[in-house]
């Protein structure tokens, strides 16, 4: 049985979920990926570049939404570009392990529930699922149009200028699927995967 | 020469929203294997769902469209140029219909052109000139997650103790399959190229994996370690999305070409599970998609 979560989603919830539970996610979330991580640790972390724009305006009104909240590495296909009337076409999650230099630094800023994508993260940020806490939600890569059906509206967009892909979505969600696969408490099944099929791996090789 | 811009455009559209049969049923037989219940039949189960979903609603299967990659192979006759301006045409057209994602990126700039039209290198397009009366285009689409994990290796390999010869390549190819883990959405197909030179070693690889899912390789050499490596990688137990698992690669390709004496790569393509590539043949009047 899956277990239904809404966002904002409490502390005390991500403490009960454990590597391998279904989960069903609905609720206010964003997409952000490659160019909003890097964005967000230059600008407002490492602070490497001066905000420009409207950095500081997506900033503040970006930071209500995630406080507590769930990011969504997502590069969706999207509708209504031309009337402004977006619908989500397909929207599956992309690789997340590209955020590893990255995640860590913005779950902490914004105090980060959740962060879905595909393929797991590292020990930085397994580390800070830990701390904040917050757990790793696997979606399935490639379901792109089935996931979308689980989008009931898109809210707005940030940082359009990034490309469609990677722009800033803020979506409504109902009954998103996904699985944890990272929890607060320091266990990842892609390092049990890694490490089993390692040892197999040997074998194979010897 | 006749206009095939709406054709190629339908191309654009098969591909993108409707998985091609054999692999399908490699999905499906995936399927069957996994334990109920587990991760892993749960993500072929959502896998299969939204490939029946996309087929009949026109929509693209994964949300990264990929590069688009197209071969193909005309009679005397016809005009390269002018069929590069006609699928540049129907690529931006499929992007409007949103068939595709605009995925074309400057590199320098990081600006999205919107319309999937780049430099002379995006879209991908090969052109060979043939024998016979029949034009025919492949397109494949590779999305980035899966290209992202594809490897090159240069032999010999110390580290993994893999020679010039055919166990050398077994070697690569489950080093490369093992460091993928379930990034690349697995479970996937791999195209292997063993030999060219490192440019040409990568555009065979991609090439072994237009064909079908169940052709035997003609070389029997290639056809046991095709058969063995697919076998093999499965035992990793890395499984689908990486969840742990039986099916991890559900097929493997293998082509060789020429190398320089001082030269051996082994370069490994890996296709997502969502391999998408699809076929349209011109005869006269006449034109079938398969």
Redesign the interface.
Known sequence: MAIKLTIPISDDTIRSLKVGHSVLLSGIMLTGRDAAHKWIVDTFIKKTRPPQGDDLEVFRAIQPLLNGGVIYHCGPVVAGLDTGHYRFVAAGPTTSIREEPYQADVMRLFNLKGVIGKGGMGEQTLRACQEVPAAYFHAIGGAASLIAQTVQRVLGVYKLEFGVPEAMWVIEVKDFPAVVTMDAHGNSLHEKVRQESNAILEDLLA | MRDLTEEILELIRFTSTNLPEDVEKALREAYAREEPGS?AH??LE??L??VE??RR?S???????GTPIFFVRYPEGWSPRRLREQIKEAVALATQK?Y????A?DSLS???T?NNLGDQHFPVIHFEECDGEELTIELMLK???CE?VGRQYSLPDNA??AGRDLEGVR?AA??AV?QA???G?APGFLGISIGGDRGTSYIASKEALLRKVDDPNPNPDLAGLEERITR?AN?????P????GKATVLGTKITATHRLPASFFVTVSYM???YRRRKMTVRGEQVTYE
């Open positions: 991760a749960g993500a959502t896998i769902a939204n979903m996309t609603n929509t693209p299967i994964c949300q990264d469209t949103n595709l994602r605009p995925n990126v990081g600006k999205n919107g999305g980035g997650g992202n993994l103790k070697r489950l080093d093992w883990q379930g990034e959405c093999e035992q990793l137990g890395i499984g999305m990486g969840f742990g997502c599970w969502a």
